[in-house]
T-cell receptor, first 110, second 116 residues
Protein backbone atom coordinates (compact mmCIF):
# COMPACT_ATOMS: atom_id res chain seq x y z
CA UNK A 1 0.00 0.00 0.00
CA UNK A 2 0.91 3.66 -0.13
CA UNK A 3 1.80 5.44 3.06
CA UNK A 4 3.20 8.71 4.31
CA UNK A 5 4.37 9.13 7.90
CA UNK A 6 4.92 12.37 9.78
CA UNK A 7 5.09 13.10 13.49
CA UNK A 8 1.71 14.18 14.82
CA UNK A 9 2.93 17.14 16.82
CA UNK A 10 6.15 19.01 17.57
CA UNK A 11 6.99 21.88 19.89
CA UNK A 12 9.80 24.39 19.40
CA UNK A 13 10.93 27.72 20.79
CA UNK A 14 10.74 31.08 19.05
CA UNK A 15 14.03 31.87 17.32
CA UNK A 16 15.14 28.24 17.23
CA UNK A 17 15.38 25.69 14.39
CA UNK A 18 13.05 22.74 13.87
CA UNK A 19 13.15 19.80 11.45
CA UNK A 20 9.92 18.07 10.45
CA UNK A 21 10.45 14.62 8.95
CA UNK A 22 8.38 12.77 6.38
CA UNK A 23 8.86 9.19 5.22
CA UNK A 24 6.95 7.71 2.34
CA UNK A 25 6.21 4.43 0.59
CA UNK A 26 4.45 4.97 -2.71
CA UNK A 27 3.93 3.32 -6.07
CA UNK A 28 6.22 5.47 -8.15
CA UNK A 29 7.57 8.90 -7.35
CA UNK A 30 7.17 12.16 -9.23
CA UNK A 31 8.00 14.67 -6.54
CA UNK A 32 7.27 15.68 -2.96
CA UNK A 33 5.44 18.76 -1.76
CA UNK A 34 5.33 20.56 1.57
CA UNK A 35 2.31 22.68 2.42
CA UNK A 36 1.62 24.88 5.43
CA UNK A 37 -1.87 25.03 6.91
CA UNK A 38 -2.85 27.45 9.65
CA UNK A 39 -5.81 26.40 11.77
CA UNK A 40 -9.06 26.96 9.94
CA UNK A 41 -7.33 28.00 6.75
CA UNK A 42 -6.42 26.44 3.41
CA UNK A 43 -3.10 24.68 2.79
CA UNK A 44 -0.54 26.90 1.05
CA UNK A 45 2.41 25.69 -1.01
CA UNK A 46 5.87 25.81 0.55
CA UNK A 47 8.18 23.65 -1.57
CA UNK A 48 8.55 20.98 -4.23
CA UNK A 49 11.44 18.48 -4.43
CA UNK A 50 11.94 15.93 -7.18
CA UNK A 51 15.74 15.51 -7.10
CA UNK A 52 17.86 14.50 -4.12
CA UNK A 53 19.29 17.30 -2.07
CA UNK A 54 18.43 20.46 -0.24
CA UNK A 55 16.29 23.28 -1.61
CA UNK A 56 16.56 26.51 0.34
CA UNK A 57 13.92 29.22 0.28
CA UNK A 58 14.45 31.92 2.86
CA UNK A 59 13.90 30.61 6.38
CA UNK A 60 12.50 27.34 5.01
CA UNK A 61 14.49 24.51 3.42
CA UNK A 62 13.35 21.13 2.18
CA UNK A 63 15.47 18.02 1.73
CA UNK A 64 14.81 14.86 -0.25
CA UNK A 65 16.42 11.41 -0.38
CA UNK A 66 14.61 9.25 -2.91
CA UNK A 67 16.61 6.13 -2.07
CA UNK A 68 15.54 6.39 1.57
CA UNK A 69 11.97 7.54 0.89
CA UNK A 70 12.64 10.46 3.19
CA UNK A 71 12.21 14.19 3.28
CA UNK A 72 12.42 16.90 5.87
CA UNK A 73 11.32 20.49 6.16
CA UNK A 74 13.72 22.72 8.07
CA UNK A 75 12.44 25.93 9.58
CA UNK A 76 14.99 28.45 10.89
CA UNK A 77 14.61 31.52 13.09
CA UNK A 78 11.18 30.35 14.17
CA UNK A 79 8.48 32.97 14.56
CA UNK A 80 5.17 32.68 16.38
CA UNK A 81 3.37 32.86 13.02
CA UNK A 82 5.04 29.56 12.04
CA UNK A 83 2.65 27.78 14.39
CA UNK A 84 0.66 25.68 11.92
CA UNK A 85 0.32 22.19 10.52
CA UNK A 86 2.84 21.11 7.91
CA UNK A 87 1.62 18.62 5.33
CA UNK A 88 3.86 16.34 3.30
CA UNK A 89 2.40 15.12 -0.01
CA UNK A 90 3.93 12.79 -2.57
CA UNK A 91 3.06 12.69 -6.24
CA UNK A 92 2.92 9.01 -7.13
CA UNK A 93 3.06 7.06 -10.35
CA UNK A 94 0.40 9.16 -12.02
CA UNK A 95 1.32 12.81 -12.21
CA UNK A 96 -2.01 13.99 -10.93
CA UNK A 97 -2.14 11.69 -7.92
CA UNK A 98 -1.10 13.34 -4.64
CA UNK A 99 -0.84 11.18 -1.55
CA UNK A 100 -1.11 13.29 1.59
CA UNK A 101 0.31 12.77 5.05
CA UNK A 102 -1.79 13.59 8.10
CA UNK A 103 0.31 16.65 8.84
CA UNK A 104 2.56 17.71 11.71
CA UNK A 105 1.16 20.29 14.09
CA UNK A 106 3.99 22.65 15.04
CA UNK A 107 3.59 24.62 18.25
CA UNK A 108 5.93 27.58 18.79
CA UNK A 109 6.50 28.76 22.35
CA UNK A 110 7.95 32.14 23.35
CA UNK B 1 -5.02 37.74 -9.03
CA UNK B 2 -8.03 36.26 -7.23
CA UNK B 3 -7.53 32.94 -5.52
CA UNK B 4 -9.82 29.95 -5.38
CA UNK B 5 -13.24 31.03 -4.15
CA UNK B 6 -15.56 28.77 -2.22
CA UNK B 7 -18.97 29.27 -0.72
CA UNK B 8 -20.46 28.97 1.75
CA UNK B 9 -17.68 29.07 4.35
CA UNK B 10 -19.79 27.36 6.95
CA UNK B 11 -22.88 25.19 6.73
CA UNK B 12 -24.90 23.51 9.46
CA UNK B 13 -27.62 21.08 8.43
CA UNK B 14 -29.59 18.23 9.92
CA UNK B 15 -28.89 14.70 8.78
CA UNK B 16 -30.77 13.52 5.70
CA UNK B 17 -30.88 17.06 4.33
CA UNK B 18 -29.18 17.98 1.04
CA UNK B 19 -26.26 20.40 0.83
CA UNK B 20 -24.26 21.95 -1.99
CA UNK B 21 -20.86 23.60 -2.14
CA UNK B 22 -19.61 25.91 -4.85
CA UNK B 23 -16.09 26.53 -6.10
CA UNK B 24 -14.61 28.98 -8.58
CA UNK B 25 -11.00 28.11 -9.44
CA UNK B 26 -8.21 30.48 -10.41
CA UNK B 27 -8.76 31.80 -13.90
CA UNK B 28 -7.03 29.66 -16.51
CA UNK B 29 -6.59 26.65 -14.27
CA UNK B 30 -7.74 23.56 -16.13
CA UNK B 31 -7.59 21.11 -13.25
CA UNK B 32 -10.01 21.28 -10.33
CA UNK B 33 -10.03 19.08 -7.25
CA UNK B 34 -12.51 18.50 -4.47
CA UNK B 35 -11.06 17.23 -1.21
CA UNK B 36 -12.48 16.25 2.15
CA UNK B 37 -10.41 17.03 5.25
CA UNK B 38 -11.10 15.79 8.74
CA UNK B 39 -9.54 17.41 11.77
CA UNK B 40 -5.93 16.39 12.20
CA UNK B 41 -5.80 14.63 8.85
CA UNK B 42 -4.53 15.41 5.39
CA UNK B 43 -6.87 16.14 2.50
CA UNK B 44 -8.56 13.16 0.84
CA UNK B 45 -9.33 13.45 -2.84
CA UNK B 46 -12.99 13.08 -3.78
CA UNK B 47 -12.90 13.99 -7.46
CA UNK B 48 -10.59 15.57 -10.02
CA UNK B 49 -11.65 17.42 -13.17
CA UNK B 50 -9.65 18.16 -16.27
CA UNK B 51 -11.68 20.97 -17.80
CA UNK B 52 -15.26 19.66 -17.69
CA UNK B 53 -14.35 15.98 -17.57
CA UNK B 54 -14.26 14.06 -14.28
CA UNK B 55 -11.09 12.01 -14.75
CA UNK B 56 -10.86 10.53 -11.26
CA UNK B 57 -13.93 10.01 -9.09
CA UNK B 58 -12.93 6.67 -7.62
CA UNK B 59 -13.08 8.01 -4.05
CA UNK B 60 -16.43 9.77 -4.44
CA UNK B 61 -19.28 7.98 -2.56
CA UNK B 62 -21.56 8.01 -5.56
CA UNK B 63 -24.64 6.86 -3.70
CA UNK B 64 -24.91 10.26 -2.02
CA UNK B 65 -22.26 12.56 -3.51
CA UNK B 66 -22.34 14.17 -6.93
CA UNK B 67 -20.32 16.86 -8.63
CA UNK B 68 -20.39 18.82 -11.81
CA UNK B 69 -18.23 21.28 -13.71
CA UNK B 70 -20.45 22.02 -16.67
CA UNK B 71 -18.48 24.70 -18.50
CA UNK B 72 -15.05 23.68 -17.29
CA UNK B 73 -14.82 26.62 -14.91
CA UNK B 74 -16.72 26.65 -11.62
CA UNK B 75 -17.89 23.48 -9.94
CA UNK B 76 -20.55 22.28 -7.51
CA UNK B 77 -20.31 19.39 -5.06
CA UNK B 78 -23.56 18.04 -3.66
CA UNK B 79 -24.42 15.64 -0.86
CA UNK B 80 -27.89 14.13 -0.71
CA UNK B 81 -28.78 12.98 1.86
CA UNK B 82 -26.13 14.10 4.33
CA UNK B 83 -25.04 11.78 7.13
CA UNK B 84 -23.44 12.56 10.48
CA UNK B 85 -20.11 11.23 9.23
CA UNK B 86 -20.03 13.80 6.44
CA UNK B 87 -19.11 16.54 8.92
CA UNK B 88 -15.73 17.79 7.69
CA UNK B 89 -14.08 20.59 5.76
CA UNK B 90 -14.58 20.40 2.01
CA UNK B 91 -11.68 21.93 0.13
CA UNK B 92 -11.57 22.92 -3.50
CA UNK B 93 -8.21 23.30 -5.23
CA UNK B 94 -7.06 24.12 -8.73
CA UNK B 95 -3.87 23.83 -10.72
CA UNK B 96 -2.77 25.13 -14.09
CA UNK B 97 -2.01 21.69 -15.51
CA UNK B 98 -2.72 18.71 -13.31
CA UNK B 99 -0.65 16.47 -15.59
CA UNK B 100 2.60 18.26 -14.77
CA UNK B 101 4.44 16.76 -11.86
CA UNK B 102 5.63 20.10 -10.45
CA UNK B 103 2.29 21.85 -10.66
CA UNK B 104 1.29 23.05 -7.23
CA UNK B 105 -2.31 23.08 -6.17
CA UNK B 106 -3.94 26.28 -4.94
CA UNK B 107 -6.58 25.77 -2.30
CA UNK B 108 -9.71 27.68 -1.46
CA UNK B 109 -10.63 28.47 2.17
CA UNK B 110 -12.93 25.48 2.38
CA UNK B 111 -16.50 24.90 3.53
CA UNK B 112 -16.86 23.62 7.07
CA UNK B 113 -19.88 21.30 7.13
CA UNK B 114 -21.56 20.28 10.37
CA UNK B 115 -24.26 17.63 10.17
CA UNK B 116 -26.47 17.41 13.27
Amino acid sequence: GQNIDQPTEMTATEGAIVQINCTYQTSGFNGLFWYQQHAGEAPTFLSYNVLDGLEEKGRFSSFLSRSKGYSYLLLKELQMKDSASYLCAVRGASNYQLIWGAGTKLIIKP
Amino acid sequence: EAGVVQSPRYKIIEKKQPVAFWCNPISGHNTLYWYLQNLGQGPELLIRYENEEAVDDSQLPKDRFSAERLKGVDSTLKIQPAELGDSAVYLCASSLDGGRADNEQFFGPGTRLTVL
